[in-house]
């Protein structure tokens, strides 16, 4: 025959059950926290973390407070409801019986309702943290993307200002080439003037009057009268006015690569500091880790709250096994029935009772600090501030994850065989 606490055995589970669960409250309170650190940076990300985590707080609050619930109405049920109910059933008081099962059934379908209800904000809570962790996922993808954009395009700036700066050097070298060509030609020119004008004085009166070479030669070549003269004074010209117009040409060409370069160093400048204000993604991998684990956590509470609602639907079953017998509560066998039934309901009840009590702790947050961390911005924090919390986090957490102490110690033995390869 089945025992009247069968009921409760296969909702509460195995002790290793148990050991995993009962640190629910505890592990996911640090796994928002590690989240939360994790998101310096990224604060529409930090309000969503921020929010899901108050809802958490608040549904494992209300879930400790209906186990509470349970155990109240469990205990008043065995030590009051049914002792009363066996009296009024002993004295054959159909009416006083009919209220008690009334009232029985009220304080049952209360935890039902209960018990519907946070199921639902397990699931809602769920879905809120897959969403954060679509969020966080969609966040990483753009951030990665934009970071690549970004460092390709500093790359490409930076060999655009590489050339340009190369070639200013090389028309720069040119130009100052063509000056001193310039002004050797410009020189050759007034000892040519000056070698005419010892021999014209016509031409040498007009040269001594007009302040610039050019001028003189384009002025006074009307006043040279030696074929030969003219030959030279046009040669000359010719050279220099060619001279002019390289050094026109190479001046422009300067001032262009010069104009080039700095709308580049500027871009690269604009660049350099965008890159510089997009935040790491670095700990985004975690976040979404540590949101996993979370909803792994919520769907086994969710699917405890579920067994729960069917062992107080069980229970309710075997309360009311016998109700029909009310009317024949005068016939002693009806009645010893009806009393059999009552007692083995009250076994399945205390049982309920104790495993309730049993798993209180799996929705209690052993710290009143826990959720401390959400008074604090962790984009206020100073990198040593942030690195000191992120380590205390994390060292909590490999306690209950041992998989992260077993990665960091592979980590740490990498790094000291490393120099040896």
């Known amino acids: 025959m089945e025992s009247e606490t069968a009921v409760v055995s296969s909702g509460f589970?195995?002790?290793e059950?148990?050991?995993e669960m009962l640190p629910s409250a505890q592990k996911t309170a640090l796994l928002y926290e590690i989240s939360y650190l994790c998101l310096a940076k990224f604060p529409t990300l930090e309000r969503i973390i921020r929010a899901n985590a108050v809802e958490a707080q608040m549904v494992f609050s209300s879930s400790e407070a209906l186990l509470l619930m349970c155990v109240s109405t469990s205990d008043n049920m065995v030590k009051t409801l049914f002792p009363m109910l066996k009296a009024a059933v002993k004295k054959g008081d159909a009416v006083v019986a009919t209220q008690f099962l009334a009232k029985a059934k009220m304080w049952i379908h209360d935890i039902i309702k209960e018990v519907e209800d946070i199921?639902?904000?397990?699931?809602?809570?769920?879905?809120?943290?897959?969403?954060?962790?679509?969020?966080?996922?969609?966040?990483?993808?753009?951030?990665?993307?934009?970071?690549?954009?970004m460092t390709a395009e500093k790359s490409g700036l930076q060999k655009m200002i590489d050339t340009y700066s190369q070639t200013l050097k090389e028309i720069q070298v040119k130009l100052n080439e063509t000056t001193n060509q310039l002004n050797n030609a410009e020189n050759e020119m007034q000892n040519l003037v000056n070698s005419i004008s010892s021999r014209n004085s016509k031409f040498g009166i007009f040269a001594a009057v007009v302040p610039f070479i050019g001028w003189?030669?384009?002025?006074?070549?009307?006043?040279?009268?030696?074929?030969?003269?003219q030959a030279a004074i046009e040669l000359a010209k010719t050279k220099v006015k060619k001279l002019q117009q390289e050094k026109?040409?190479?001046t422009s060409k300067e001032w262009q690569a010069q104009t080039e370069l700095m709308n580049h160093q500027m871009q690269l400048t604009r660049t350099s500091f965008e890159l510089g204000a997009v935040p790491d993604p670095v700990h985004l991998a975690e976040v979404q880790m540590s949101l996993t684990r979370i909803q792994q956590i919520l769907l086994k509470l969710k699917g405890f709250w579920e067994k729960i609602g069917v062992m107080v639907t069980s229970l309710e079953q075997k309360t009311f096994a016998s109700d029909n017998l009310v009317g024949y509560l005068n016939d002693p066998e009806y009645r010893d029935m009806f009393i059999s039934s009552l007692e083995d309901a009250s076994k399945a009840w205390d049982a309920f009772k104790s495993g309730c009590r049993m798993v209180m702790g799996m929705f209690s947050v052993q710290s009143k600090d826990a959720y401390k961390f959400l008074e604090t911005s962790p984009?206020?924090?100073?990198k040593e501030e942030w690195q000191k919390q992120y380590n205390a986090v994390t060292s909590k957490l490999e306690a209950f994850y041992p998989a992260l102490q077993s990665k960091a110690d592979s980590e740490k033995q990498k790094a000291i065989d490393a120099p040896k390869k």
Do not use: C, H, R, W
Not at 217 to 224: E, N, P, R
Not at 379 to 382: E, T
């Open 13 to 15: 589970e195995s002790p």
């Open 17 to 19: 059950f148990l050991k």
């Open 119 to 149: 199921v639902n904000e397990y699931k809602k809570l769920n879905n809120g943290v897959a969403s954060a962790t679509s969020d966080v996922i969609l966040t990483k993808e753009q951030t990665d993307a934009k970071i690549k954009q």
């Open 216 to 229: 003189i030669v384009d002025a006074g070549q009307k006043a040279v009268n030696n074929p030969k003269d």
């Open 248 to 250: 026109s040409d190479m």
């Open 379 to 382: 984009s206020s924090l100073s």
